[in-house]
């Protein structure tokens, strides 16, 4: 499961640990509940697509700066 945690990365590592040491107990309660004999090994990794969304909106917005400076420039010509 990909998961999305904000915080520092010591707040993050207490998280992916607190969520590594229930994976088991969560097995057993989903192979339960869907009546499975087996049921597949939970991962938790992280999701990094916040990061990535905001890391683009900055670049963008860079890009859109640079771009209005040029415009004047052109109009001061």
Same mark, same amino acid.
């Given at each position: 499961?990909? *998961?999305s945690v904000l915080g520092s990365? @010591?707040?993050k590592q207490a @998280?992916?640990?607190?969520?590594? %040491? *229930?994976? %088991?107990?969560?097995?057993?309660r989903v192979a339960?509940?869907?009546r499975l004999r087996v049921a597949p090994e939970i991962q938790f990794k992280e999701d990094d @697509? &916040?990061?990535?969304?905001?890391? &683009?909106?900055s670049l963008l917005a860079d890009v859109?700066?640079?771009?209005?400076?040029? @415009?004047r420039g052109r109009e001061d010509d």
């Amino acid at each position: 499961m990909y *998961v999305s945690v904000l915080g520092s990365d @010591t707040e993050k590592q207490a @998280t992916f640990d607190g969520l590594d %040491s *229930v994976a %088991s107990h969560l097995r057993s309660r989903v192979a339960r509940q869907l009546r499975l004999r087996v049921a597949p090994e939970i991962q938790f990794k992280e999701d990094d @697509t &916040i990061a990535r969304a905001a890391r &683009i909106e900055s670049l963008l917005a860079d890009v859109k700066k640079r771009d209005a400076a040029a @415009t004047r420039g052109r109009e001061d010509d």
